[in-house]
């Protein structure tokens, strides 16, 4: 009886042992990840301010309240919302769907041409890939001068569609990922499916709307999904080329959740307004796990 | 039979010659800043508009490699990301390990919090953990900075590790458990020299994610002389005005090598579906 309970103690021991090697990255993730977001949530509900020394007061909901009842809160929720639209849900993953669906009638070089210079462009480290869109679109860069060639009207893109102007630099940092999904998506669905509505007449159009389309839905989904999350969070680009400017006018919510924590001072206000990125990002991210069903 | 093979070959024909045209007239689209940067870089007088230089020289790469300007950052994006990667990697695998060969209740819910983690918008949580570092004193610190590229950057790498690990069959291993060999020797020895090519690409893929990072150590690193590539040239062209554009672009080319060439390396591995395709259709 005794020895049956040591062998089960030592049993469960064994079964905890193999389970070991998940504990460094477990308490990495507990500390650094897990931890921030917690402290996340209780900074969102104070008035911490980054010149205030030590007055960090519990506010309740005042800052949220404070960032729907804020005009400035409000452009950052519009721009963010077209700038995920635009760049993402329009851009990305349309022009990702038409190069992969294009390579597969093209001929092999420029297939590989192609696919190399869109895949360079989103391997490019994020500030090299600023700066080069930030030449392309200012006033004395190459946009106009091909505007100029073709006679058509110059603009100070930067300055008077800024946010037209990040997300296309989005389009052409991120149109990769989407090309890669839905190659991979296009390559899987069987050749004499299309070829048998090829011989029954249905047009370009046709097969793509009742065929591939559905046949990728799932792709489809992923991507979307992935590309908005993605998109939803992107600093660097946005920061790089305008600094949200000129005014506000390309301030999306993390350019504004920076400002308000950094330039303002106001590190609970900011706070909050990544908590709500955050909340939002979750949902998705939910969405997303349902979506596919995850198998693990 | 041949007239129809001739309609379906000359039809196949166009819609060859429509992709190549559609698709060149994207190339151009995607090379023109590509291109600009290439030029620009070994022009004595770059301006911001793409033109082949004049008389090419290879003076602004001369500029630019000094201490200050290009080996103090690169050394620092690689002390910061190596270390980054190095403990990624290692935590990864370890991790990996049990998730992908045992079984008990906790697996499905830990590797469902992982990929739900892989998803969150990690700006979002800048402004805290630059808090956070403030009041346990790691900010301006590169192994804080490192720590926190990290663990960014694990659940990802765990869930990649994972698929990779699933694919080495179990026989070896079990041989080696017989003759009572311990889990870390188990895994040292025998699983993750079988998965080899695995371990490179998570070990690339996490490299090449850090290198580019520009946020993290934007907000968590304060001293210049502890600045990485990313924040250095941001730094660089951020003070608009007096850039000397041929100079940022030689630089900016000195610091996209690296990635370029290791994303080579790997894309065989990584191409067509992409370890992603696989990572996210789970």
């Known amino acids: 009886m005794q020895q049956a309970g040591s062998r089960r103690r030592a049993g469960s021991w064994r079964q905890a042992g193999r389970w070991l090697p ?34 960090s007061d519990f506010v309740g909901f005042a800052n949220f309240r404070r960032a729907f009842a804020d005009d400035n809160f409000r452009n950052a929720v519009q721009l963010t919302l077209t700038f995920t639209f635009l760049s993402s849900i329009v851009g990305q993953n349309t022009l990702g769907l038409a190069l992969a669906g294009l390579m597969r009638a093209a001929s092999r070089p420029v297939r590989t041409v192609t696919g190399a210079l869109v895949i360079t462009a ?9 700066f080069l869109l930030y030449a392309f679109f200012r006033r004395e860069g190459t946009l106009n001068a091909i505007l100029d060639q073709l006679h058509l009207p ?33 390559a899987e669905i069987p050749q004499d499916i299309t070829e048998a509505a090829e011989v029954d007449g249905a047009s370009g159009p046709l097969r793509l709307w ?72 979750s949902l998705f991210s939910i969405v997303y796990l349902r979506l596919m069903k995850v198998e693990v | ?7 379906t070959t000359s039809r196949r024909t166009r819609a060859r010659l429509a992709s190549d045209g559609a698709l060149l007239l994207v190339a151009v689209a995607f090379a023109l800043p590509l291109v600009w940067l290439l030029f620009a870089s070994l022009d004595g007088s770059a301006d911001l508009r793409v033109r082949p230089p004049t008389s090419p020289t290879l003076e602004n790469f001369d500029a630019v490699l000094t201490d200050e300007i290009t080996f103090t950052p690169m050394l620092n994006s690689l002390l910061l990301c190596g270390s980054a990667t190095l403990l990624t990697v290692v935590c990864a695998a370890l991790a990996a390990y049990p998730l992908s060969r045992h079984r008990s209740r906790l697996t499905r819910p830990y590797l469902l919090t992982i990929l739900f983690t892989t998803c969150l918008p990690i700006t979002a949580i ?19 900075t490192a720590l926190f590229l990290a663990t960014a950057q694990l659940p990802f790498a765990i869930w990649l590790m994972k698929n990779f690990m699933d694919g080495v069959p179990k026989v070896l291993e079990e041989a080696a458990w017989t003759d009572g060999a311990s889990t870390t020797q188990t895994l040292v020895r025998v699983v993750l020299p079988l998965m080899g090519p695995g371990v490179g690409v998570v070990t690339i893929y996490t490299f090449i994610m850090l290198w580019g990072n520009f946020f993290v150590p934007f907000m968590l690193l304060l001293s210049p002389e502890q600045l990485p590539a990313s924040v250095s040239i941001f730094t660089f062209f951020g003070n608009y005005g007096s850039v000397v ?34 990572a996210v259709k789970g």
Request: glycine share 10%; hydrophobic share 55%; charged share 5%.
């Open chain 1, 154 to 186: 110059a603009q100070n893109w930067l300055f008077t569609l800024p946010i037209l102007a990040v997300s296309f630099a989005n389009v052409w940092r991120g149109t990769a990922f989407s090309m890669l999904i839905y190659s991979a998506a296009l």
């Open chain 1, 22 to 55: 998940i504990a460094p990255a477990t308490a990495l993730l507990l500390l650094f990840l897990a931890g921030p977001i917690g402290y996340c949530v209780w900074i969102a509900f104070t008035n911490t301010q980054l010149t205030g020394s030590s007055s």
């Open chain 2, 126 to 144: 800048m402004v805290p953990v630059y808090g956070l570092f403030v009041q346990v004193d790691l900010i301006d610190t590169m192994y804080g």
């Open chain 2, 1 to 7: 039979m041949t007239g129809v093979k001739g309609v």
């Open chain 2, 245 to 278: 554009y041929g100079q940022l672009a030689a630089f900016s080319i000195l610091y996209s090598t690296p990635v370029l060439l290791l994303y080579i390396l790997i894309s065989r591995r990584l191409g067509g579906g992409f370890a992603l395709g696989g």
């Open chain 1, 210 to 281: 009742h065929i591939t389309l559905p046949m990728i839905r799932r792709s489809i989904g992923t991507n979307l999904m992935l590309n908005t999350l993605s998109t939803l969070s992107v600093f660097g680009l946005i920061w790089a080329m305008t600094r949200g400017g000129p005014g506000n006018r390309s301030q999306t919510l993390p350019v504004f959740m920076y400002d308000q924590a950094f330039v303002n001072s106001l590190i609970g206000y900011g706070t909050a307004v990544a908590l709500l990125l955050l909340l939002v990002g």
């Open chain 1, 122 to 130: 989103w391997v490019l480290p994020e500030i090299v890939a600023a």
